[in-house]
C-alpha cells in the first residue's frame, strides 16, 4: 500500500512554462518535505512543513515555491522552469519526535524533464 | 550543506559477498542514519544509530558508528542482486531535525 504518493511520476515540461508537482501521503505525518536530486548527487533539500509552518531553505531559488493545503497534501511549484531544473523531485514525510533526527518515508519521485 | 562522505563512491561485488561501505562526517552528531535508493526511486530507511550506540543490526545489515573516528559503516552480508542500490548516510549536523544526505555509494551486485 502506497504511503507517500507522487505525481506525476514522469514529466516534461517546456522551458519557461510553469508546473506543478503533488505528493500526498497516508500517514498523517506532521513534516512534508521537497528534494531536488540530480544524476549521482545527494538530495538537496528545498523546503519543509512542519505542521503549517513553511521552512524554506535559504539556498532555494525564488521559482521554487510549495503549498501545503492540509497534512494530506504538498505540492511543488516551479514558476519558470529552466533547463537547470530538470531533475528528479522526491517528496518525504516524517513525524518528529523530540531529540531525534527525523526518520524519513519518501516517495517514488517525480522525473522533471525540461525541453 | 552536505555532511556525510560516502566511501567507496562505486562498488562491485558477486552475489554472497559482503558489501561494505563507509560514511565519515565533520561535526558530532546525535544521529546517523542509513538509506538505500533503487535506480530511479525514492530513498527508503535502513536503520538509525544514535550517537551512544556503537553497532546495530538488522537482518543482514550491520551498522557501526565510531564517533572518535567521526566515522559509520554499514555491512550488508551474504549480497543478493536485489541489494543493487545506491546507499546514503545522513547525519543531523548541528542538531538539526533534518537529516543531511552525502553523496550516496553506488552497489552493484552481480548474480
Known amino acids: 500500500d502506497a504511503m507517500v504518493i507522487q505525481n506525476p511520476r514522469y514529466q516534461v515540461t517546456q522551458f519557461g512554462k510553469p508546473v506543478t508537482l503533488s505528493c500526498s501521503q497516508t500517514?498523517?505525518?506532521?513534516?512534508m518535505y521537497w528534494y531536488q536530486q540530480k544524476s549521482s548527487q545527494a538530495p538537496k533539500l528545498l523546503f519543509h512543513?512542519?505542521?503549517?509552518?513553511?521552512?524554506n531553505e535559504a539556498d532555494t531559488p525564488d521559482n521554487f515555491q510549495s503549498r501545503r493545503p492540509n497534512t494530506s497534501f504538498c505540492f511543488l511549484d516551479i514558476r519558470s522552469p529552466g533547463l537547470g531544473d530538470a531533475a528528479m523531485y522526491l517528496c518525504?514525510?516524517?513525524?518528529?519526535?523530540?531529540?531525534?533526527?527525523?526518520?524519513?518515508?519518501f516517495g517514488p519521485g517525480t522525473r522533471l524533464t525540461v525541453l | 550543506s552536505q555532511q556525510g562522505e560516502e566511501d567507496p563512491q562505486a562498488l562491485s561485488i558477486q552475489e554472497g559477498e559482503n558489501a561494505t561501505m563507509n560514511c565519515s562526517y565533520k561535526?558530532?552528531?546525535?544521529?546517523l542514519q542509513w538509506y538505500r535508493q533503487n535506480s530511479g526511486r525514492g530513498l527508503v530507511h535502513l536503520i538509525l544509530?544514535?550517537?551512544?550506540?556503537r553497532e546495530k543490526h538488522s537482518g543482514r545489515l550491520r551498522v557501526t558508528l565510531d564517533t572518535s573516528k567521526k566515522s559509520s559503516s554499514l555491512l550488508i552480508t551474504a549480497s543478493r542482486a536485489a541489494d543493487t542500490a545506491s546507499y546514503f548516510c545522513?547525519?543531523?549536523?548541528?542538531?538539526?531535525?533534518?537529516?543531511?544526505f552525502g553523496r550516496g555509494t553506488s552497489l552493484i551486485v552481480h548474480p
Open positions: 518525504a514525510t516524517s513525524t518528529r519526535a523530540t531529540g531525534v533526527s527525523d526518520t524519513q518515508y
Open positions: 500517514l498523517n505525518h506532521n513534516v
Open positions: 512543513y512542519y505542521d503549517k509552518d513553511f521552512n
Open positions: 561535526t558530532s552528531i546525535n544521529n
Open positions: 544509530i544514535r550517537s551512544n550506540e
Open positions: 545522513a547525519t543531523d549536523e548541528g542538531g538539526s531535525y533534518i537529516p543531511t
